[in-house]
Nanobody, 117 residues
Framework: VQLQASGGGLVQPGGSLRLSCAGSGSSFSAVVMGWYRQAPGEQREMVATISSGGTIKYGDSVKGRFTISRDNRKNTVYLQMNSLKPEDTAVYYC????????????WGQGTLVTVSS
């Protein structure tokens, strides 16, 4: 399974960015897709996840500002990030896992998001 993330970059505080992650190499039915992030010196944390049925979870720090969505036909998950803050600066990683047989989990390469004036 491969995950290809894109959309990171430099943005000013208060700005917006949209991340995309396309999956390939397996069926993505019953797969939970999501975004995690890791800032320098920090542990990786969950940003948002979405199941194939549309169940969504957000990390507390992004609720009300970030929106996760997915296109099951394209095996693609999106993260719309609004009202960005300097503390959102991190490497963002796409993740996918299938919790039912056949079980698997995969990480995409990170994409850097920098929020700075």
């Amino acid at each position: 399974v491969q995950l290809q993330a894109s959309g990171g970059g430099l943005v000013q505080p208060g700005g917006s960015l949209r991340l995309s992650c396309a999956g390939s190499g397996s069926s993505f039915s019953a797969v939970v897709m999501g975004w995690y992030r890791q800032a320098p010196g920090e542990q990786r944390e969950m940003v948002a996840t979405i199941s194939s049925g549309g169940t969504i979870k957000y990390g507390d720090s992004v609720k009300g500002r970030f929106t996760i969505s997915r296109d099951n036909r394209k095996n693609t998950v999106y993260l719309q990030m609004n009202s960005l803050k300097p503390e959102d600066t991190a490497v963002y990683y796409c993740h996918a896992k299938r919790p039912v047989t056949p079980v698997w989990s995969s990480w995409g390469q990170g994409t850097l998001v920098t929020v700075s004036s």
